[in-house]
């Protein structure tokens, strides 16, 4: 009796793990067909008689037969028949596995289709995909799909369904995938268009923000939220970037001196990415100029101190000490900078006799400190010292010297010897007759002395070296997302400008923005008529950049005049 027992419970573990086995080669077979929904529904049916509870098996037959639908739209008799039989395949299949999230949102996109193709009351597709997105972490790409589908349903979905929506896409977006991001813009934008609601699920995060502004400058879509998305995003980045900066100098004072010139140059370049768009809208959420100018300062510093450490010389390759000079308008400042260098041996006190390139090199750095230190007396008594010296000037040291001549010309002028400095400007015109800071300096040198006739004929000199009121372009085409550089050379003021920009397709408004020494002045569609701004100008060479966003566009020319003057007139 035992016995018998005991080979009928043997034989009917045989009868199971054959029919597990052949359930499961059916199963294999099936996955092989992945196109072939007919023969796939085939397979897997054949599956689930072997082993009705392979949960999997009767799985792949609901898919395998909604494909068959999708195949067959139609033939309506067949796909009706295979949409509905998904369906209760899709309920034994999550009989036995309630928890299968792959099972929930299939039968939810199912149950989406029906409500497409049927005429029947509409299917509670939306509990299936919230339950998909229940059953997965924020992470998975089901979670992620399933808050797609929802967003493309957005009419349809009661309030608190939005909600959900919404919470799942943000969580789903909070790992910064800017190609995820991408897709829901794509299905934003065609079925909503409302930036409130992709607004609520963007990450904080400013390289998804400057996406997310590229993306609706391309689709030439409101300006406004696009402006609002770079403003904020160049808010994160003054953070992130003023976070460098500290964790570099942290680095600099533990002499981890690699990481610490790492992470300053991320800081300089995040910094140097920040164009003041919340000036430009006058948003609240905005980078704050004094402290992007003093972390940019900071950094340089930083880094150029870094750099004549490594070289022990006034060799600036990478052009910090060079940038920090200019941005530095502090004279304190320049004379902690001005004393490391002597304590390195670089800045030596001046002593008469012959001087070489490398010496002229050293004396124009040093004089410039010293002007910039207000040490004008110094720098006339340097000049008297050079008159006594004999100094050979090669080709390559003229940069040099001709800078040392307009520091002793721009000295003599602050203790208001006007004769002397005339002499120092003519000198340089000698070796560059367009120096610009010549010019400037023998008008000044003029309207002091109150010579009529020479200041008219320094300002047409002037003039001559300014850009003209009207420059041409020559009609140069500048591709979308690429820049054009132009340089201007300026007087320092206020200045209007004015740029007859065309598009190169009809019916399509480019839109245009515009940088004057990397902040951005303007940024709009231009309907009709020129770009037309203003800006402050720096005394010398200036740098307008032209970026069309969403399409191509040709500049014809860009008319500019001083703030009160006409753009024809001249300067």
């Known amino acids: 009796m035992k016995k018998t027992a005991g080979l009928a419970a043997l034989a009917l573990l045989t009868i199971c793990h054959v029919s597990v086995f052949i359930s499961n080669d059916f199963h294999e077979r099936a996955a092989r067909f992945a196109f072939d929904h007919e023969k796939q529904s085939g397979l897997f049916k054949s599956s689930t008689v072997f082993f009705p509870w392979h949960d999997r098996a009767w799985l792949g037959l609901a898919r395998a037969l909604s494909g068959k639908a999708m195949d067959s739209l139609g033939e309506v008799e067949t796909r009706d028949e295979a949409l509905n039989t998904a369906v209760s395949s899709f309920g034994k299949a999550l009989k036995l596995n309630p928890v299968s999230a792959a099972g929930h949102f299939y039968l939810g996109q199912t149950l989406l289709y029906m409500n497409y193709l049927q005429d029947s009351a509409a299917m509670p597709y939306f509990e299936e995909y919230r339950k998909a997105a229940e059953l ?73 923000l400057r996406f997310y502004a590229s993306f609706l400058g391309e689709k030439s879509f409101s300006l406004e939220p696009r402006q609002k998305a770079l403003a904020r995003a160049e808010s994160l980045d003054l953070g992130k970037a003023l976070e460098e900066l500290a964790a570099g100098r942290r680095e600099m004072d533990y002499f981890q001196e690699e990481k610490a010139e790492d992470l300053l140059r991320a800081c300089l370049r995040r910094l140097d990415n920040i164009h003041f768009y919340g000036d430009l809208i006058g948003t609240e959420e905005a980078a704050d100029f004094i402290a992007w100018s003093s972390a940019r300062k900071q950094a340089l ?40 260098l002597r304590e390195r041996g670089i800045l030596k006190d001046r002593q008469s006799g012959a001087l070489d390139s490398e010496d ?9 400190l010293d002007f910039r230190q207000h040490r004008y007396r110094d720098i006339a008594r340097t000049g008297q010292m050079l008159e006594e010296s004999t100094v050979v000037v090669p080709e390559g040291a003229k940069e040099s010297y001709v800078s040392i001549l307009n520091t002793i010309g721009n000295a003599l002028l602050k203790l208001d010897y006007a004769y002397e400095a005339e002499k120092q400007f003519r000198q340089v015109l000698e070796i560059e007759p367009a120096n610009f800071e010549a010019l400037l300096g023998l008008a000044k040198s003029y309207s002091r002395l109150n010579d009529e006739e020479r200041l008219l004929e320094i300002r047409k000199l002037t003039e001559a070296v300014l850009t003209p009121a009207v420059l041409p372009l020559g009609g140069r085409t500048v591709g979308k997302g690429t820049t054009l550089a132009v340089p201007l050379v300026c007087e320092e003021g206020r ?59 040709r500049i014809l020319d860009l008319r500019w005049s001083k703030a009160g003057q006409a753009a024809s007139g001249s300067h």
């Open 301 to 340: 510093s930083l880094l150029a101190v870094h750099q004549v450490g490594k070289t022990g010389s006034l060799d600036d390759p990478d052009g910090f000490i060079e940038s920090y000079l200019e941005a530095e308008d502090q004279a304190l400042e320049i004379g902690v900078f001005e004393k490391f």
């Open 136 to 208: 997965t972490g924020h992470n998975a790409e089901l979670y992620f799909e399933s808050g797609k589908v929802l967003l493309s349903r957005w009419s349809d979905l009661e309030e608190t369904e939005r909600s959900f929506t919404l919470e799942i896409l943000k969580k789903a977006l909070s790992g910064k995938d800017l190609k995820r991001l991408h897709d829901v813009l794509e299905i934003w934008l065609l079925q909503i268009g409302n930036p409130e609601v992709v607004e609520a699920v963007m990450p904080v995060d400013s390289a998804a």
């Open 495 to 553: 200045a209007s400008f004015s740029m007859t920009i065309e598009g190169l397709r009809t019916g399509i408004d480019p839109l245009v923005t515009v940088f004057f020494n990397g902040r951005v002045v303007f940024e709009n569609y231009l309907e009709a008529g020129p770009a037309e701004f203003a800006a402050v100008t720096k005394e010398g060479r200036n740098t307008l950049e032209i970026t069309p966003v969403n399409e191509p566009v």
């Open 360 to 368: 002229l090199k050293t004396l124009a750095f040093g004089m410039d």
